[in-house]
């Protein structure tokens, strides 16, 4: 340190040693602060540390104020040399309680024992000069440490996040044999604890507004139906998706993640929101990611929907249904093709389900619009997705769907068919969708002798069921009676006109 940085307090009794101590200082190019007594040494000595304070021992205490007390003192951060004579040398007794460096006695020439005391005042400012050094150091050390930890905690979690989507990628792919899009990601959604909320928008058949699939799991949020103003033929426009955004704000709250799952167009089908437990799984997860991988997935689910019944598993027409099922009870046709005689020897099973009560929503629901073409076709693909087992299939109006079936995949296509019928989302295939959520339809699942002649009698025997129950009819005398006098004819005269 250099001589001119240094300040040098002075209190001592005898002023001629205050003035040759200061000449030597002031050779020195320093200049000391003289104090006359203890109280006014210890207020500036609080308000400012000097660099060396020399001290007369007989100094140490006056009146209320004692050394020893000095704050400074007491921290031993105040650098003393005690100044003494032969007369007051028993004095220094005392300065052993103290953190001092070092003696002062009076002398003729003060030069030499001040220049050893600068000296070693020198070494022991530079000493902790550098003591402070390495505190800076050590602090800025643990500084970058702590920095690099977290740096590397939120690699590790970046790294956990990354690894949580192919996870959850894994989980999907898993469920390619569930009917639904929506009911394979809402099993997988359901599962990650960091998802809080969920939501999903599609859009309608007639592309004018959007839907919330049903869902029973705790997750899952409900979002209204959206009424666009204007039909979105190539997917959710961007006025529908923001209307949505906004909407699933206002149902969820904030800090939402939009997934857009599109389908043969440039705009999306479908608009995932979820919503995140906490701020590192919102930011770290690699949501681009998972929006891909959905993509791809709902594509896989969508072509196979999409697809038209094949002739090995729809025959084209009730007609040539009936003539196959008669093959089973009168044997074969003269002209009857070697494909078909080889059909013919498997042995099948038939299965119908009847569709009266969903005949009945719609009949309740005139002017709500029923997509007829869209649910014979997806309901049929996505049996087909969900079942092991082989069938073709053939309608009897649109009251009735049967399905043939080898004998040996009979009980498990059974379980699996009735299952399947009664967890069906008939309400999406109804332009208004809302208007029929409450109306319950259960489709029967039953077996029918293999032949045309009794799968028509259980199809004419659940229509006049139907009658009866449009009716109010409870007997048969009574069912002829009221077709006589009203002269009704299946299929000629609507019901409700009767």
Same mark, same amino acid.
């Given at each position: 340190?250099?001589?001119?940085?240094?300040?040098?307090?002075?209190?001592?009794?005898?002023?001629?040693?205050?003035?040759?101590?200061?000449?030597?200082?002031?050779?020195?190019?320093?200049?000391?602060?003289?104090?006359?007594?203890?109280?006014?040494?210890?207020?500036?000595? =609080?308000?400012?540390?000097?660099?060396?304070? !020399?001290?007369?021992?007989?100094?140490?205490?006056?009146?209320?104020? +004692?050394?020893?007390?000095?704050?400074?003192?007491?921290?031993?951060?105040?650098?003393?040399?005690?100044?003494?004579?032969?007369?007051?040398?028993?004095?220094?007794?005392?300065?052993?309680?103290?953190?001092?460096?070092?003696?002062? &006695?009076?002398?003729?020439?003060?030069?030499?024992?001040?220049?050893?005391?600068?000296?070693?005042?020198?070494?022991?400012?530079?000493?902790?000069?550098?003591?402070?050094?390495? &505190?800076?150091?050590?602090?800025?050390?643990?500084?970058? !440490?702590?920095?690099?930890?977290?740096?590397?905690?939120?690699?590790?979690?970046?790294?956990?996040?990354?690894?949580?989507?192919?996870?959850?990628?894994?989980?999907?792919?898993?469920?390619?044999?569930?009917?639904?899009?929506?009911?394979?990601?809402?099993?997988?959604?359901?599962?990650?604890?960091? !998802?809080?909320?969920?939501?999903?928008?599609?859009?309608?058949?007639?592309?004018? &507004?959007?839907?919330?699939? !049903?869902?029973?799991?705790?997750?899952?949020?409900?979002?209204?139906?959206?009424?666009?103003?204007?039909?979105?033929?190539?997917?959710?426009? =961007?006025?529908?998706?923001?209307?949505?955004?906004?909407?699933?704000?206002?149902?969820?709250?904030?800090?939402?993640?939009?997934?857009?799952?599109?389908?043969?167009?440039?705009?999306?089908?479908?608009?995932?929101?979820?919503?995140?437990?906490?701020?590192?799984?919102?930011?770290?997860?690699?949501?681009?990611?998972?929006?891909?991988?959905?993509?791809?997935?709902?594509?896989?689910?969508?072509?196979?929907?999409?697809?038209?019944?094949?002739?090995?598993?729809?025959?084209?027409?009730?007609?040539?249904?009936?003539?196959?099922?008669?093959?089973?009870?009168?044997?074969?046709?003269?002209?009857?093709?070697?494909?078909?005689?080889?059909?013919?020897?498997?042995?099948?099973?038939?299965?119908?389900?009847?569709?009266?009560?969903?005949?009945?929503?719609?009949?309740?629901?005139?002017?709500?619009?029923?997509?007829?073409?869209?649910?014979?076709?997806?309901?049929?693909?996505?049996?087909?997705?969900?079942?092991?087992?082989?069938?073709?299939?053939?309608?009897?109006?649109?009251?009735?769907?049967?399905?043939?079936?080898?004998?040996?995949? =009979?009980?498990?296509?059974?379980?699996?068919?009735?299952?399947?019928?009664?967890?069906?989302?008939?309400?999406?295939?109804?332009?208004?969708?809302?208007?029929?959520?409450?109306?319950?339809?259960?489709?029967?699942?039953?077996? +029918?002798?293999?032949?045309?002649?009794?799968?028509?009698?259980?199809?004419? &025997?659940?229509?006049?069921?139907?009658?009866?129950?449009?009716?109010?009819?409870?007997?048969?005398?009574?069912?002829?009676?009221?077709?006589?006098?009203?002269?009704?004819?299946?299929?000629?005269?609507?019901?409700?006109?009767?």
């Amino acid at each position: 340190m250099l001589k001119g940085q240094l300040s040098v307090a002075l209190l001592l009794s005898d002023l001629n040693e205050v003035k040759e101590i200061s000449a030597v200082f002031r050779k020195l190019g320093i200049i000391p602060h003289f104090y006359e007594d203890l109280k006014t040494f210890w207020s500036g000595t =609080l308000e400012r540390i000097p660099s060396l304070c !020399i001290v007369d021992v007989r100094k140490m205490s006056e009146g209320e104020f +004692v050394l020893r007390e000095h704050p400074a003192v007491k921290s031993e951060k105040l650098p003393l040399i005690f100044f003494y004579s032969k007369n007051t040398e028993p004095l220094l007794l005392s300065t052993n309680e103290f953190f001092h460096l070092g003696l002062l &006695k009076k002398t003729e020439d003060y030069e030499s024992p001040l220049r050893a005391i600068l000296k070693r005042l020198n070494h022991f400012l530079r000493l902790e000069l550098e003591n402070q050094t390495l &505190k800076v150091d050590k602090f800025s050390m643990a500084e970058t !440490i702590e920095k690099l930890k977290y740096e590397k905690l939120a690699m590790v979690q970046t790294d956990q996040y990354q690894s949580m989507v192919k996870s959850v990628c894994v989980q999907l792919e898993e469920l390619r044999g569930e009917s639904d899009f929506f009911k394979a990601v809402e099993r997988v959604f359901h599962g990650i604890d960091e !998802i809080s909320e969920f939501a999903m928008l599609e859009l309608s058949f007639n592309g004018q &507004k959007l839907i919330s699939p !049903i869902s029973h799991v705790q997750k899952f949020r409900a979002i209204p139906s959206l009424w666009l103003g204007q039909a979105c033929p190539k997917g959710i426009e =961007l006025f529908a998706q923001n209307m949505a955004t906004q909407v699933a704000m206002d149902v969820m709250g904030g800090d939402l993640v939009s997934l857009l799952i599109k389908g043969n167009h440039s705009r999306p089908d479908k608009i995932m929101f979820i919503k995140a437990k906490n701020e590192l799984f919102y930011n770290h997860f690699d949501w681009n990611m998972l929006e891909a991988y959905l993509n791809g997935f709902y594509a896989s689910f969508r072509n196979k929907l999409e697809n038209e019944p094949s002739i090995e598993k729809k025959f084209t027409s009730s007609f040539e249904a009936m003539s196959f099922l008669d093959q089973f009870l009168f044997g074969n046709a003269a002209l009857e093709s070697d494909d078909k005689k080889g059909l013919r020897k498997l042995d099948y099973r038939l299965v119908d389900v009847d569709l009266t009560s969903l005949v009945e929503v719609i009949l309740k629901k005139s002017n709500n619009r029923f997509f007829w073409g869209k649910f014979e076709k997806e309901f049929i693909n996505k049996l087909e997705i969900q079942t092991r087992s082989d069938f073709r299939t053939f309608e009897c109006g649109v009251n009735h769907l049967a399905f043939l079936v080898v004998a040996h995949d =009979l009980d498990s296509f059974f379980d699996e068919l009735r299952d399947f019928s009664s967890k069906f989302s008939y309400w999406k295939y109804f332009e208004d969708s809302e208007g029929v959520l409450s109306q319950i339809v259960t489709p029967r699942v039953s077996m +029918v002798p293999l032949s045309a002649y009794a799968y028509l009698k259980a199809a004419q &025997k659940a229509s006049f069921s139907m009658h009866e129950k449009a009716l109010g009819i409870t007997s048969d005398k009574e069912t002829l009676a009221k077709l006589k006098t009203k002269e009704l004819i299946w299929g000629r005269e609507p019901i409700n006109e009767i």
